[in-house]
């Protein structure tokens, strides 16, 4: 069956500082793959999505940046962080094909200070 | 418009009431829709695909209306556990497509 993992789990970091999260999928392969944000009280927000290595389509302009590396690995990145940059982020994958399921990790929650 | 519209709650219904979420979009062009439950502090979990016909899953129904672009969850016996928020979800075009989400309704459930 398939799995995702996303760490770390919460993760606090100074303003100006840099950030990597990581996405893996398990027990699929091709996997289309997003990054959302969800700040406090809002809804999901679109980050990034990827429907192959090293594609990535970028839905909104920010100082966020994101990679794919591997198939089935996703990475969400900044160089210095905002405060505005807190909130939940989350990884997601679909298995491709006609579905559009989408099947989301455990999340990390970010505060930045 | 919003892509996607929800009445945001909070729903408040004693143990056993039955309560009808209801959702609507705005682009035409979208070809699947979804129902997600996101309990707190946790990631959103797929409840169910909406069809066409409209579909069920045990005390759950949801209803998809094209014409009007408007989408429906009936929660039946509602359940203690079943306090969460819940998602209204589109594709934004057909196909293999990003999802566009509304930004929930919530419900609680009490004894």
């Known amino acids: 069956s398939q799995t995702i993992h996303q760490w770390p789990a919460t993760l606090v970091q100074p303003v100006g500082s840099p950030l990597s999260l990581e996405c893996t999928v398990e027990?699929?392969?091709?996997?289309?793959l997003y990054w959302y944000r969800q700040a406090a009280g809002r809804g999901l927000q679109l980050l990034f999505y990827s429907v192959g290595i090293g594609q990535i389509s970028s839905e909104v302009p920010q100082n966020l940046s994101a990679s794919r590396p591997q198939d089935r690995q996703f990475i969400l990145s900044s160089k210095k962080l905002l405060l505005s940059d807190s909130g939940f982020y989350l990884c997601?994958?679909?298995?491709?094909?006609?579905?559009?399921?989408?099947?989301f990790g455990p999340g990390t929650r970010l505060t930045v200070l | 418009r919003k892509e996607v519209e929800q009445d945001p709650g909070p729903f408040n219904v004693p143990e056993g009431a039955t309560v009808a979420f209801n959702c609507t979009y705005s682009?035409?062009?979208?070809?699947?829709f979804f129902w997600y439950r996101q309990d707190c502090r946790k990631e959103p979990k797929l409840l169910m695909s909406?069809?066409?016909s409209g579909n069920e899953d045990g005390r759950f129904t949801a209803q998809l209306n094209r014409a009007s672009q408007y989408i429906s969850l009936l929660i039946r016996d509602s359940k203690l556990s079943d306090s969460a928020t819940y998602l209204c979800?589109?594709?934004?075009?057909?196909?293999?497509?990003?999802?566009?989400f509304g930004k929930g309704t919530r419900l609680s459930v009490i004894a």
């Open positions: 909406v069809y066409s």
């Open positions: 997601a994958w679909v298995a491709g094909g006609r579905s559009n399921e989408q099947f």
């Open positions: 979800v589109v594709t934004r075009n057909s196909g293999n497509t990003p999802l566009v």
């Open positions: 027990g699929t392969s091709n996997p289309n």
């Open positions: 682009n035409s062009a979208s070809q699947s």
